[in-house]
């Protein structure tokens, strides 16, 4: 393996490996780290390296792949959306035993969902894209915020005993969903 990189260095402790969205390599080091303990560690880490390089370039691949998603299609997803969302919506808030205020749809580049202090909901559009028990999954997520306004462990805990297999819906969403939310032109 060859691995290039490019090293940024910080007043930090420890060195980190990260690939970028273009399946570059970057490390991160401390200030004063020489040259060659960068190179040993990047050296020791191949093989996780290279395996996710694949991972990102395949990725991209796929997102290119994919048609970008025109005004008409949106609007679609939208309509879609609202008839969609809000049966799901009251179906978890009563076994959540939740209440909740104005349900939103939106196209947003980096959300897939959110919850007012207030209780208002957004979701975005592009959950359409997404399978039913994702979609459960963001529904469930932030209507458990009506009870957990963060991300603490109880937080997860409640998600979990609504939807068990979370932690797959979140991985979907990172690495499938992901893909939709970069192919809205705006
Ligand atoms: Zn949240």
Partial sequence: ME????????????????????????VRAPMRMPER??????????????????????????TEAVEPIGRWELRDLADEALRVIPKKVAYYAGILGV??????????????????????????????????H???????????????MNHSARFWSLVGSVIPDYKACRKWLKEEGIIYLNKTSR
């Fill in 37 to 62: 303990e960068i190179r040993r560690f990047v050296e020791e880490k191949a093989s996780w390296i290279d395996k996710h390089i694949e991972k990102v370039k395949e990725r991209n691949k796929r």
């Fill in 134 to 148: 994702v979609q459960d999954y963001v529904v469930v997520h932030e209507l458990c915020h009506r009870r957990e």
């Fill in 99 to 132: 209440t909740y205020g104005r349900i939103t749809i939106k196209n947003q580049k980096t959300l897939w969902g959110s919850c007012s202090s207030k209780g208002n909901l957004n979701f975005n559009c592009m959950l359409m894209k997404a399978p039913g």
């Fill in 3 to 26: 691995n290039d990189y490019n090293i940024i260095r910080s007043r930090r402790r420890s060195l980190a490996i990260e690939i970028t969205d273009d399946a570059k390599l970057l």
